[in-house]
């Protein structure tokens, strides 16, 4: 079992910048992700990153996010960021931290209960 816990989320002028984390209870040696949900909207992957051991860090992003988030992993391997930039009213939402359990589990079991983001014009 693996806990995740997210933090950093804020209120930011449109435009701003917010760095999210989300601390991992153990190293991920899969893959983690950030998700994004706002009120009548459906869950949206935002970016994800490969993190096996034979895995060279791979990312992908949302189009909607590209050019302005940047995710990365700690070098443990047990920490999450996702650094916004350019931060527009529609990324307002309840940002959450997943992770798969192993690198032959290619799903996100772990969850954590995510962080508000909120964007204001």
């Known amino acids: 079992q693996v806990e995740l816990v997210e933090s950093g989320g804020d209120s930011v002028q449109a435009g701003g910048s917010l760095r999210l984390s989300c601390a991992a209870s153990?190293?991920?040696?899969?893959?983690m992700a950030w998700y994004r949900q706002a009120p009548g909207k459906e869950r949206e992957l935002v970016a994800s990153?490969?993190?096996?051991?034979?895995?060279?860090?791979?990312?992908h992003y949302a189009d909607s996010v590209k050019g302005r988030f940047t995710i990365s992993l700690n070098d443990a391997r047990n920490t999450l960021y996702l650094q916004m930039s350019s931060l527009k009213p529609e990324d307002t939402a309840v940002y959450s931290c997943?992770?798969?359990?192993?690198?032959?589990?290619?799903?996100?079991?772990?969850w954590g209960q995510g962080t508000q983001v909120t964007v204001s014009s």
């Open positions: 990153i490969a993190s096996d051991i034979t895995s060279d860090g791979s990312t």
């Open positions: 997943a992770a798969c359990p192993a690198a032959s589990v290619a799903i996100y079991k772990y």
């Open positions: 153990r190293s991920i040696l899969c893959a």
